[in-house]
Nanobody, 127 residues
């Protein structure tokens, strides 16, 4: 069992930056691909970014490509999402997720393949 706790959300003006963190406990993240998803009011939860267990491969939604960067520190059991050039449409609750895998280069982008989820952190971008 893995417990995921997100932090780093908050209120920021358009054009600003935030860095989200996802700390894992219960088990090491060394066998998990990790992802970030977000859910805005009235909308479905959508994929934002993912990183392989090895850290060598990443994937991003088109809407955040070039602005967001996902990274991980397996020694600290933590995954990060650096968000730059934030826009009002980035406003959402951001969720961290973990998928068990034996493929260290797997980068899962589908919500329903993830095994564990955090409770989310609110990001609000004002115009």
């Amino acid at each position: 069992q893995v417990q995921l706790v997100e932090s780093g959300g908050g209120l920021v003006q358009a054009g600003g930056s935030l860095r989200l963190s996802c700390a894992a406990s219960g088990r090491t993240l060394s066998n998990y691909a990790m992802g970030w998803f977000r859910q805005a009011p009235g909308k479905e939860r959508e994929f934002v970014a993912a990183i392989s267990w090895s850290g060598r491969r990443t994937s991003y939604a088109d809407s955040v490509k070039g602005r967001f960067t996902i990274s991980r520190d397996n020694a600290k059991n933590t995954v990060y999402l650096q968000m730059n050039s934030l826009r009002p449409e980035d406003t959402a609750v951001y969720y961290c997720a973990a998928e068990i895998t034996s493929n260290f280069d797997l980068v899962p982008t589908l919500r329903n393949t993830y095994d564990y989820w955090g409770q989310g952190t609110q990001v609000t971008v004002s115009s």
